[in-house]
């Protein structure tokens, strides 16, 4: 099992910055695929950014979504088993629950392949 539990919300004016943590426990976290996704109200979980260990070339790949793709930036502190959101350059359109998500195996940008998540952090940006 793993348990997974976001940070860093709050509400925000455009063009602000935040950065979320998330924090994991409960096995290796080095090894895993490590997801952000979001949801706004009456939408659908979107995905935002993974960062998955390429264990060949000895780093951490990472790929985020073509929407955010720029703006924020997704990095991991595996001592502190840790994976980070660091969003830029806010707009009202990035207001939604923000959570991470994990996964054994290879990287994914779907939400239904990952079996571990947190509770959510809300973030909010205003106009």
């Known amino acids: 099992q793993v348990q997974l539990r976001e940070s860093g919300g709050g509400l925000v004016e455009a063009g602000a910055s935040l950065r979320l943590s998330c924090g994991g426990s409960?096995?290796?976290?080095?090894?895993?695929?490590m997801g952000w996704f979001r949801q706004a109200p009456g939408k659908e979980r979107e995905f935002v950014g993974v960062t998955v260990w390429m264990g060949g070339s000895g780093v951490y790949w990472a790929r985020m979504s073509d929407s955010v793709n720029g703006r924020f930036t997704i990095s991991r502190d595996n001592a502190q088993n840790t994976v980070y959101l660091q969003m830029n350059s806010l707009i009202p359109e990035d207001t939604a629950v923000y959570y991470c998500a994990a996964r054994s195996g290879p990287s994914s940008y779907v939400s239904d392949e990952y079996p571990y998540w947190g509770q959510g952090t809300q973030v909010t940006v205003s106009s």
């Open positions: 409960g096995r290796t976290f080095s090894d895993l695929a």
